[in-house]
């Protein structure tokens, strides 16, 4: 029991915001907290890596109380700016994320550039393209996903298929439903190595599915039986590049790469793995729009995804596939010959808006001996020419010192934080894994 | 047998048109059939009552060549306009629908009042209102979802929580989710009686969900187990008007009102059930929008659905609820005091264009015997004033005469339709259900 609570001491972690998943929580098991939250008239949300917002006072205001709260375990180095009066009151949620970080950015772009006008007699009919496996896929929107992906230099399309989706969990959904075999002998295992993104085990099971079922840590994963196993990279919420770790041959990769981006990481090789998945939410911050698209090799698994995507939804909005395409080519001129006026490109505005968080919330961490950060090797990016670590858009937070339970510690001073067992982190603790997890921490 | 043989010679029925559940059809098993059906550089389909398009001409051609094709069994009364040279090459598909045939409505309809113009840093957040049940409802929705039905009287809004999804297939399986109990002792039965919508068995059953499962025909459901009642009003395939049908006291029931707007039936009363479906596909033409919404008087009720939304696709996409939303107040605004040049209201255009397809498909079946279409008795519309029958985005054909197969007769004369076995109406026949069968057509 001593060794016990010496790993738990040691390894129990805390992502800080850009938790999208469990959204729900905050409007069902936590209306108290948002009234509190939303009385100052404007939602104080941290995202990017857990610090700041639209407006940049209440960034520093923001920052200013987590140090208070703490009691300078978290320091900042800002000042505050027009501090509300009744501190005390206010509850932090840190336990998700809404990227409205890039926002400044859109607004300085011309309008004639980035504007959509939609009439009300277009973009009618359920169809786009029924040539295409995935017929109800935008033509203008395969275009401009192409030639983003060749300007980054962070993915291969050519002879891919490309799939649309209302954003990418419908996509990793779409995924499992081809995956999976109609007439298997049980539940397909689906894995991920921990931590893994939060809700991906309420994704796979909320229907209690008989086509797949959640497996758990991919790194415990022995039974001689098919598998998907989902490789997030860089992972959310570690911020790591990942490989599949499974040594098995049943095994059927699908690929998260969201943050496969140059904001957030140094862009490599041009991925060409099965199924790759992105989104519009962490690209280019447009998580309203709920655009996320996959790329992949099969046309029969295109084919399929395709199905699944019309059962579920006969479909995706195509007043966004046709605003998400405008958004994608603006960011692919900006960075091209197009910018003619050398305008800063999107690239640059938000890899310079990481950098200068993370440099932050590591001052911040740094101060106190209680908390440590993941730190990240550099490597040099091959489409920015930048050499740089990772800056992921969430802080996976490790408790170093006395504290226990750094998500009770945390929530104790108004900070809501989600603790790493949603993330598959406790479980490695009780198995004893808390090397191997550090390691990978 | 012999017996068996005359009820199928006499029950088996063709839905032409509209049919939006099955469009997986096209794409995966009709390639062939697409590539001859888009040699016109346009699509062929039929929608509405199954016969018109975009163009009139065009409209005209595919009438005469369902003529040409049955051997004058299906006689339309309209002349040819430029009729291609190779009538017999091409396939005409009624298995599916697209509502564009409101398009010319929306194009005389001034661009100021319903166009929509989004800037990029507009509706970037994940949330529209976090106060609201559903926190991803634009507000501006809900008020033109509730100005509508006020409008128009067809259902009761006052009170109630309302439930955005990306189209109504989504908000059914929403419903699904949230009346079905997490820990039952087994899925819960789902009926609907039939003939039903043939996608609902799909969408029940595409996940083997443990959650739920497809009972089939609510007339032959006598467990004594808990169960859902999907009640479709008026009815897909058929048109007519329903109730629930279930003589049982476990019953949870869903009312599917897609098509409860007065161009398509006469508006009786508000409309007052506990979950209530409606589809912007349907009451203004906007397919590829896929905005649905729940109108919901249990609140639990409500937040379960939402919860499916949120992990099923993380929202609704925001750029087609302000689309929606602009869309419903303009049609609003033509049937109330904003219309001041007395302009046609969109009811008055749709309701017309409906009455002049049925009378074209009634005068074409009346000179033979061997089809018969549903009649429906007239009933005076709370909101027009008229007296009409129903008037169905679709038409329930039955062959009387000496054709054992009405899919197969007609797909033989290159015109696909849908056959009433995927409706659940060939298991009726099965069980010697002909004659109530008849009688409910």
Known sequence: ???????????????????????????????????SKWKWGDMLHFHGCCFNDQKNNRVEEEELLVSKRTEEILETTSSPAAAPEDWESVVINLDHGDPTMYENFWKQKGDQETTVVTSSWQHISYFSDVKNVCWFLEPGLVSAIARLHKV????????????????SSQLYQAALYALSPPNGSGPMNV????????????????????????????????????????????????????????????????????????????????????????????????????????????????????????????????????RAAKILQAVSDSCGQENQKGAETFFDYSYKLMAERWKKIREAVNKTELFSLPSFPPET?????????????????????????????????????????????????CEDQHVESRERV
């Not at 980054?152 to 954003?167: K, L, P, W, Y």
């Open 152 to 167: 980054v230099g962070n993915a291969v399309t050519e002879g891919r298929h490309i799939v649309v989706g209302t954003g």
């Open 191 to 322: 894995v991920s190595a921990a931590p893994f993104y939060s809700s991906y085990p309420l994704m796979t099971d909320y229907l209690k599915s008989g086509l797949h079922k959640w497996a758990g840590d991919a790194y415990e994963f022995n039974k001689q039986e098919p598998y998907i196993e989902l490789v997030t990279s860089p992972n959310n919420p570690d911020g790591f590049t990942r490989q599949d770790v499974v040594k098995g041959d049943k095994g059927i990769l699908i690929h998260d790469l969201a943050y496969y981006w140059p904001q957030y990481t140094p862009i490599l090789v041009p991925a060409d793995y099965d199924i790759m998945l992105f989104t519009a939410s962490k690209s280019t911050g447009h998580a309203g729009s709920r655009i996320g698209w996959a790329i992949v090799k099969d046309r029969e698994i295109a084919k399929k995804m395709t199905t699944f995507i019309e059962i579920n939804t006969i479909g995706v909005s195509k007043d966004s596939q046709i």
């Open 1 to 35: 029991m001593a060794d016990l609570g010496f790993f738990l001491k040691n390894v129990l972690v805390v992502s800080l915001a850009m938790n999208l998943g469990l959204i729900w929580k905050i409007s069902h098991d936590g209306e108290k907290t948002l009234t």
């Open 381 to 429: 990016c091959s489409f920015s020419g930048r050499t740089f670590g990772q800056l992921p858009a969430f802080a996976w937070l490790k408790c170093e010192g006395e504290v226990d339970d750094c998500e009770s510690f945390l929530r104790r001073h108004k900070i809501l934080t989600r603790g790493g067992k949603h993330f598959g982190a406790e479980h490695e603790i």
